[in-house]
Every structure is written in C-alpha cells, then in structure tokens.
C-alpha cells in the first residue's frame, strides 16, 4: 500500500501541495483529480522520488519508502520521457533492462506488450513515426514492462481514442489485478467508470476522499420520479422539495424536509407510478460541489 502522509511542497512562499494525506490500496484503482494546477502532478512527482517533499512523507506498507521499493514502481510522468528518434521495442527493452530483467525476459516481455497495443508490425519504428495515441500506448508499455509492484501513471488516457481507451483500460486490468493504482485525469466519466476510490484535490489540499459511491452518496437525499401518462411539473408546487429538473413523466428532486416515503405517497396519490427511486449525483457534480 502506498500511503501519502502530510505531504508538502513549496516553492518560496507559494505552497503547492498543502499537508495532504490518503492512501492507494493494493487491489484498489484510485482516481486522483482536480483543477489544473491543484497539485496532482507534483505530488506524483513526490511520490516517485523526483521531488524531494518540504515536510511529511511517503510510506509503501508501512515504512518510508526507499529507492529500491521506487524502482519497482511503475510511473508514467506528464512530460513522457521516451526518445523521439529510438526504436520502440529497442526502447522497451532498454528500460526492462534497466529495471532488472535479463536481455531475453525483457524481449519477451516487451513483444507481449506490443502485441496487446497492436503495434508488434511496428516494433522497428521510431517513436516520432508513430500517432500521438501510439505513443501514448508505448509510454504506458514502458510503465509496465519490468511488471511493477504499484503504478503511479500521471494523465495516462491523455489523448487517446476511445477504442484505445479500451484497450488500456483492458491491459490495466490485467497487470494491476492487484496492485494498488494510482491514475490521474481530467475525464471524470472515466474516473467514475474506473475507479475504486477517489482523492479530489483543490489549491493543494484534499477536499474529498474515499470510495467512489461513498462520495457520490453524500450530499441531499435524491430522488428520480418516473410517473406514468402524466406531467411531474406539479412536484414543483410540493412543501419539502427542490426540484432539480423535470422533463415532461420524470422529475429528479432533492428532499427538503419531506421523507421519501412521503415522496412516494403524494406520487401515488396522484396517479400510477412507474418508479421513486434514489438517484446519486454523477461524479463530475460531486466535484464541482467540493473543489469550487
């Protein structure tokens, strides 16, 4: 388990990262998000080493981590630290190599993971001949190639077209099965799709953690109300609501002083219904609410 504790990071007087702490659990993909300039890449960048932290620390099952323990991470930076000019299985296998495997382990492993991206028909290339996406798939390669012990990956879907999302999200699955993973991205529904748990950031500071549907459960009790051959506009006139929106039979309301049992009540008084049901804001709303 890698665990941020009261980690941070200043530069002069501008505080960048501000005495934050949570945890990245084996098993476990954690969506870490916030506004551009929040801090998540420098708290990255703190985790693998390449920033030293102005106070607290980093443990990885307990005990502060040391270089050896980040060697066998798997990190995949904003800025991607591929060469342009090399060939890309020349590349993996470099990196393989560099991480420990032998000159055969590291072939190996790096024809599995060009297959797995399609690229095997391009080992040979450079990297700068290949589409942006595709540089993106062999900078994830590279993250994965030495098959590390947790991952730390910095923006990873950046770019990429949905099927080569899939692809990825694919091969995630398959070398982080239990492994704690630690994704940073501005694509919420994604986040929200992939996640376990969530770490919002805002000005340097943790405003939100904890499980995906932990969050998005808190905050007023919604509900969706489905009516049948009839206009849920009258929910508006209702003691005790807020009516967040209503399009023509549904209604999505707040309560505001009424029980959703009552909810339910008033609803069949009035008519059939088809359905009263809990309703959990989605992510990208959750996040407004706490990093505004």
């Given amino acids: 388990m890698i ?6 990071r200043s ?39 390449v920033l030293a932290p102005s106070a607290g620390e980093v443990l990885w099952n307990g005990a502060p981590v040391t270089a050896q323990v980040r060697r066998s991470f798997g990190y995949m930076p904003e800025e991607r630290g591929l060469y342009p000019r090399a060939p890309i299985a020349e590349q993996l296998v470099y990196f393989a190599r560099l991480h420990g495997l032998s000159r055969a382990q ?14 095997s028909d391009r080992a040979d290339d450079i990297l ?23 991952l730390v ?13 899939d692809s990825m999200v694919a091969l995630l699955a398959r070398e982080a099965a239990g492994l704690p993973l630690l994704f940073s991205s501005h694509q919420l529904d994604l986040v929200e799709r992939l996640c376990d748990d969530i770490v919002i950031l ?25 009516l049948l051959d009839q206009d849920a506009a009258w929910l508006r006139d209702v003691r005790g609501l807020r009516v967040r929106d209503v399009d ?19 609803a069949v008084e009035r008519g059939p219904v088809l359905e009263v049901a809990r309703a959990r804001p989605p992510l990208s709303e959750v996040f407004r609410e706490v990093a505004r």
């Fill in 11 to 49: 530069y002069g007087e501008s505080v960048v990262v501000d005495d934050i702490s949570f945890q990245v659990r084996p098993g476990r993909t954690t969506g870490f998000v916030g506004a551009n300039g929040a801090g998540k890449t420098t708290t990255m960048r703190m985790i693998m080493g």
């Fill in 202 to 226: 805002a000005s340097g500071r943790v405003v939100a953690a904890g499980p995906v549907e932990e969050l998005r459960g808190q905050g007023a009790d919604r509900y969706r109300v489905e």
């Fill in 3 to 8: 665990e941020v504790s009261h980690l941070s």
């Fill in 248 to 266: 023509g039979t549904v209604a999505l309301v707040d309560l505001d002083g009424i029980d959703a049992a009552e909810l339910a009540r008033l």
């Fill in 128 to 150: 700068d001949a290949l589409s942006l996406g595709n540089q993106q798939r062999v900078q994830i390669a590279a993250s994965l190639v030495h098959r590390p012990t947790a």
């Fill in 106 to 119: 590291a072939g190996e492993r790096t024809e599995e993971l060009l297959e797995h991206f399609s690229l």
């Fill in 153 to 165: 990956l910095d923006e990873p879907f950046s770019g990429l077209d949905p099927v080569a999302v």
